[in-house]
Every structure is written in C-alpha cells, then in structure tokens.
DNA sequence: ATAGGCGCCTGCTGGC
DNA sequence: TGCCAGCAGGCGCCTA
C-alpha cells in the first residue's frame, strides 16, 4: 500500500467512477479503524454536520464501505451508516495526522490512536455528510428520493419502459439520478457518442433497440473510466495519490471545436437540460436511422 | 409530467 | 494591470 496520500487543492467532478475509485481506495485505509474525535469546520456544508452526530460516531469501527449512485456509504459499528457526497468538489481522503490541513477541509475524523485522519475537503461545499442511524434510515432516504438502480444492474426492459414512457430529452434522462444513478455530465456525453445518439432526442422516439444501445453504452463507458481510476480534469481524486486517467479518453467532453475521433467533424457544444453539452453532429444524428 | 430557472459556492478565465 | 462577468455543475426547490 502506498504510504501517502496527498492532497490536491484543484478540483475534480465526481460521478460514479470518481466515486467508486475512492471508495476502492480508501477501503483498505479505512475499514477496521477506529473513530476516535471528530472536528467539523464552522462552515457548513449542504447537509449541515450535527454537532449530536459527534458523540455518535466516536468509538465505533468502519465496518465497510461501498458506494451507491454518486454516495459514498461508510458502514460503522451497529448498522450505523456515515453517508457522503461529493458534490462538485468534494474530495474524501485518509492522511497521517501530521499532514498540513488544507483549506476548506471541513471534516476530520482521528483514527484509533489519532495517527491518522479522515478527511472531507470541499471547496464550493456542494457536499454533504450525513449520518444515519441504521440501515433502515439509509434505505428509506434513498428510496424517498427516487434514487434509480445502479447502471449495472439495469435491465433491458426497465430502460425501454422508463424511456419509452417519458418525452424527455436523453441528455436529460442520463442526468436524472431517478432513472440511473451515477452519470453525471461527462460520462452522459461520452455515453450518448458511444451509443451514437443524439443528445437531444426525445427518449420516447427511440427505438427498443436505440435505447438498449444506450444502456450498454453507459455501462461501457462507465465501466472503462473505472479501470482508468476515473476522469482527473484539473486534479484526482481519491486516497491513494494516483491520478485518473480517463480524461485522455474523452471524446466529445470539453473538446468543442475539436474534430470527432470518428469522422474529424468538429465536436459541438450545445446548452441542454442546463448543462454544457459535447455531441458529434455528423456521428450523432438528431433524427433515428 | 416536464421544462426551465434559481441558489448554493469558490476559483479560474477571458474580455475590455 | 485590474476588474468583473461568465462559467463550471449536483442537487433540491420553485414556478409555469
């Protein structure tokens, strides 16, 4: 195991690979370690930190973590369950002790002696930390916000109703968390290239076979950004010092203008559902063929 | 049901 | 050189 971890002060945007490889990483740093005090910045963050929630977690062991959509699930003793998102720029990190505090570190959590630290940095506090008492809890905040199943686990059917049934544009039913949990932005751009559609395209209009192109295109493209540790656009993320990688992979993100990897027709760059949006305009079609 | 807009928040960039 | 508008966007909320 590498014995820094450093953080960085740019930013990242997490989705579901970010998210993941965090998780991945701070799980041998973390599981088995013991929460001994906890410090939370006076700013808050989008969930505001409970100071009752410091006695509660002090004294109990990280259990497991896992991840969930973009959520990053830490499991304590008792079915006690420490929920975090990364919002724009949150990044989760275990460091020594002895490690300078970086500015907008707004969570620090001593691990057994208080050797080492947790710590929840977010510059633009998009973020949020939030605990719950059990598993229950947990389960019934996440099923209040309509969160969807995780890409892998979609079905071909659950993806044809769910856009068969909705005039949304896709770019649209990508970001939506209720219907797939994890894409954001990017990986909604370089799925929709994968799968050769058009970005704004009423999901209803597809054909059944569109649309599962679609649906494996995501799993694809999410699936190879997770071997590339994820996408580091200004920075990385996550414990281990590493950088992701995916970024050198991108092929309509953040590259307007640029010609498409296909067929060198320059990428354009529209605004849809309130997001920046990367799309070839000859690979992607804006009608269906 | 859905689109669109706003607010949250900071740091960076480009134009004048 | 300095200032400031614009932009980045996940999410929750509001209105039309």
């Known amino acids: 195991m590498p014995s820094t971890s450093e953080e960085k002060t740019e930013e990242n945007v997490p989705e579901l690979p970010e998210v993941e490889t965090v998780v991945r990483e701070l799980r041998p740093r973390l599981v088995g370690r013991r929460i001994t005090r906890v410090e939370a910045s006076a700013l808050p963050l ?8 410091n006695r509660a977690v002090t004294g109990r062991r990280v259990r497991e973590l896992s991840r969930r959509g973009k959520w990053i699930i830490i499991q304590l003793d008792r079915a006690m369950h420490l929920v975090i998102h990364l919002g724009m720029t949150g990044q989760l990190t275990v460091v020594a002790a002895r490690t300078p505090r970086l500015p907008h570190t707004h969570l620090v959590f001593d691990l057994d002696r208080g050797t080492r630290q947790l710590r929840f940095r977010d510059v633009r ?5 939030t605990l ?3 598993a229950a809890e947990l389960a019934h905040s ?8 995780e890409p892998f686990a979609v079905s071909s059917k659950y993806w044809c109703d769910r856009l068969g049934t909705t005039k949304r544009c896709l770019k649209a039913i990508l970001l939506d968390q209720r219907v797939v949990a994890g894409v954001g932005n990017i990986y909604a751009d370089e799925s929709l290239f994968e799968a050769e559609l058009h970005p704004a395209r009423l999901a209803s209009d597809l054909a059944d076979l569109e649309a599962d192109r ?3 295109a995501v799993k694809s493209v999410l699936r190879q950004a997770i071997e590339q540790r994820g996408s580091s656009i200004r920075n990385y993320v996550g414990g281990s010092g590493l950088k992701g990688r ?14 498409c990897p296909c067929c060198r027709t320059p990428i354009a760059r529209i605004r849809l559902a309130g997001r920046s949006t990367h799309y ?10």
């Open 125 to 129: 506090r998009f973020g949020s930390a």
């Open 214 to 216: 679609l649906r494996v």
């Open 280 to 289: 070839c305009p000859k690979c992607q079609r804006s009608s269906s063929k």
């Open 132 to 134: 719950y008492p059990n």
């Open 142 to 149: 996440f099923d209040e916000s309509g969160l969807g199943p």
């Open 46 to 53: 989008r969930q505001p930190w409970s100071s009752a929630w």
């Open 246 to 259: 995916y970024q050198d992979e991108f092929r309509v993100y953040g590259r307007a203008g640029d010609p």
